[in-house]
């Protein structure tokens, strides 16, 4: 578990937590608070606090989160209005477990019928006693000797203090600290050790389930075939008359929710944004097709490991590297392991860039997708 960064401040009538969790399943997170306790949880952060003085759940509270900046702000009420609490900036003492402070508190509330629960069956799971270290930013020289990643192979340092969660998210084990030749190099051991041939072949020879597959049209075939039948017209005419991309409102509310971000990159890191794109595309075909249309609880583990990109990070050199290692990904991983289902997701993914810009808008919709999500930090 990691320690995040935090800040504590107040007025005479609240204390205020500005917790910085980057990264986080924002989705899936817990506070608790009462008296000087207070406990946060948001994998893969938890930050526990005893605090100077005690705080109250009195419907006053309330909280917020900055999806830019990754942090986490939560406004609690004082118990006492007026009472100044001492040593919100000594970060160790705040961070102490209790177990190396008095066993008891000073002050014991008795006489009530309805005692606080202390914990249940899911908090006995986690142990909220864990040792904890103050958050500590990375040196230059830190961030110099690491390796780069992501969109445009920007990123790095990400994964640093994340070694316990990295196996719900990518399959490079260090990726601060693996250059781009070593990933590769363990990217085909690992496919290497899990292509089976009795999988293979069974698909190969009983594929019943395949050819049903196969036949399934995805919503660009139809948008194609329209730009196609239009030859007399100019392409960008076709393509606007072929895709009209339409959204539900919550994926409208979605959209608005996205920040507009622009990056200065050079023809090298383009090149490595273009490449990683087709990666994920080929993995999308794919996915959409064997499930034909009907994504499920699988589809997000489904892309990221059939993509390069996104489970060893790879930094491609040309769209034959691409090519190859989602076809051999393709016999490795997923349920369907079928050499007709690699060239297929090929075909399908130059439908869509030719279709053009108006028909990407629909990989959006991807971005709804928690578990993608995670398995895409590097590439928000």
């Known amino acids: 578990m990691?320690?995040?960064?935090?800040?504590?401040?107040?007025?005479?009538?609240?204390?205020?937590?500005?917790?910085?969790?980057?990264?986080a399943r924002v989705s899936e997170f817990e506070v608790y608070f009462e008296g000087v306790d207070f406990k946060f949880y948001a994998k893969p952060y938890f930050l526990r606090l005893t605090l100077p003085g005690r705080i109250v759940e009195n419907g006053a509270e309330d909280g917020s989160y900055d999806v830019d900046k990754g942090i986490f702000t939560l406004r609690m009420s004082k118990e006492t209005p007026g009472q100044h609490f001492e040593g919100l900036n000594m970060l160790t003492s705040l961070l102490a477990s209790k177990k190396s402070r008095s066993a008891k508190p000073l002050v014991e509330v008795t006489g009530s019928s309805e005692l606080p629960v202390e914990s249940n069956e899911d908090e006995e799971d986690f142990d909220w006693e864990i040792e904890q270290s103050p958050y500590e930013e990375l040196t230059e020289n830190d961030l110099n000797s690491q390796c780069h990643y992501g969109f445009g192979n920007l990123r790095t340092g990400v994964f640093k203090r994340l070694q316990d969660e990295l196996s719900d998210v990518t399959d490079v084990k260090e990726p601060d600290s693996t250059p781009p030749a070593e990933r590769r190099q363990k990217r085909l051991a690992a496919e290497e050790s899990k292509f089976d041939p009795d999988h293979y072949l069974a698909d190969y020879f009983e594929d019943e389930a395949i050819r049903k597959v196969l036949k399934y049209k995805p919503w660009w075939t139809v948008a194609f075939a329209k730009?196609?039948?239009?030859?007399?017209?100019?392409?960008?005419?076709?393509?606007?008359?072929?895709?009209?991309v339409s959204f539900s409102k919550e994926e409208n509310y979605q959209l608005l929710k996205f920040t507009n971000k622009s990056y200065l990159l050079d023809k090298r890191a383009q090149y490595h944004v273009y490449y990683g794109l087709i990666d994920i595309l080929l993995a999308y075909c794919y996915e959409i097709r064997v499930t034909e249309g009907e994504s499920n609880v699988e589809s997000p583990w489904n892309i990221r490991k059939l993509s390069g990109t996104l489970s060893w990070f790879e930094s491609w050199?040309?769209?034959?590297?691409?090519?190859?290692?989602?076809?051999?990904?393709?016999?490795?991983?997923?349920?369907?392991?079928?050499f007709k289902l690699v060239t297929k997701a090929h075909i399908d993914t130059v439908k869509i860039l030719q279709l053009g810009p108006e028909s990407w808008q629909v990989l959006l919709k991807l971005c709804r997708e928690p578990t993608l999500q995670r398995v895409s930090w590097g590439w928000k």
């Open 2 to 23: 990691i320690t995040p960064a935090f800040e504590l401040s107040q007025d005479a009538e609240s204390l205020t937590i500005a917790i910085r969790v980057p990264y």
């Open 227 to 244: 730009m196609m039948a239009s030859p007399e017209r100019s392409q960008e005419q076709s393509n606007q008359e072929a895709f009209q």
């Open 317 to 338: 050199n040309n769209v034959h590297e691409i090519l190859v290692s989602f076809g051999r990904r393709v016999l490795c991983y997923p349920l369907f392991r079928h």
